[in-house]
């Protein structure tokens, strides 16, 4: 035998012996297989995160993180005093409409009159696709009262909003029915009601009903032709700038609420239908819009 085997055979012999001996203590045998690791997932791996951070930071540090955090907000503020514009104007300025001057002059411009047509009659096929596709598709197949309700608070409060605020008429405003057909849903002619856009706005909040159906295509669609339609809004100067970036927040805020409240909506939207039904004396088996899972049918209602 040689060296190598003798060596070889002693540690087997060794081992053996070691695991006999772990065997007469009672003391079990550690395993040295290493068991596969499981992936994290995003909670787990948020947790780690939030934990390593409170490990390195301590108390005191996180008082400092914070207060340097309200150092340079006070900062802010102080400087901020210095650097408010006192511009004196006689007329509103709007520099985004002023950066599009170019394309308002070429609709504007003689012999541009098919384009100046095209391109407002596109935009108006836009919001009339929008609104019977998703109007249709509300009547037949929606559960929810939050589209209507969105809509009514924003168109609502928008009409208090102009009987108060009257912005002046731009200089190179048009907005006059394209070759002379009639839209669905968009008055054309010489209207001051620039604060805030309720085409911007309407799409905006269409947009987000579309996104909370899952019909991801239709909400590109829609995103799309809101883009579009802001664009031609300020280069028709039909709207100013701020009218178009207000009604596209509020719209999203309106929304918003109505989603997070819309159990609630809906539960004032089905005692209202169901009000309506006894008043007429209806005895339809089904309410329009009604989500019968949440909302069944009693008896005496049916």
Known sequence: MTIEGEVQQNEEVSHRETVEDKSDSGTPETSHISLPVQPE?????????????????SHRMKKLGRFVIFLGVVISLVAGRFSVPDNEVNCVQDKIMDALGFANR?????????????????????????????????????????????????????????????????????????????????????????????????????????????FPRIRNFVIASAIYTMF???????????????????????????DMYKHTIDKYWVLALLKLRNIVGSKAAKIPCLDAERYPLTPAQV
């Open 41 to 57: 997932t995003a909670k787990t791996q948020t947790t780690d995160m939030q934990n390593e951070a409170g490990f390195y930071f």
């Open 106 to 214: 070429f609709i504007n411009a003689d012999g541009n009159e098919f384009w100046r047509s095209f391109f407002l009659f596109f935009c108006s096929l836009l919001l009339d696709v929008t609104f019977i596709v998703t109007l249709g598709y509300w009547v037949l197949h929606g559960k929810s009262g939050r589209l209507p309700a969105s809509l009514g608070v924003f168109y609502g409060i928008r009409a208090i909003v102009q009987g108060f605020w009257t912005s002046p008429f731009p200089e190179g405003n048009y907005w006059y029915a394209p070759f002379g057909i009639p839209s669905l849903v968009v008055p054309y002619g010489r209207q001051s009601d620039f604060f805030f856009s309720g085409h911007s706005g309407f799409l905006v909040i269409v947009a987000n009903e579309w996104h909370k159906l899952k």
């Open 232 to 258: 031609i809004l300020v280069i028709y100067r039909t709207h100013y700038s701020i009218d178009v970036f207000t009604g596209v927040v509020f719209a999203e805020l309106c929304f918003t609420k109505a």
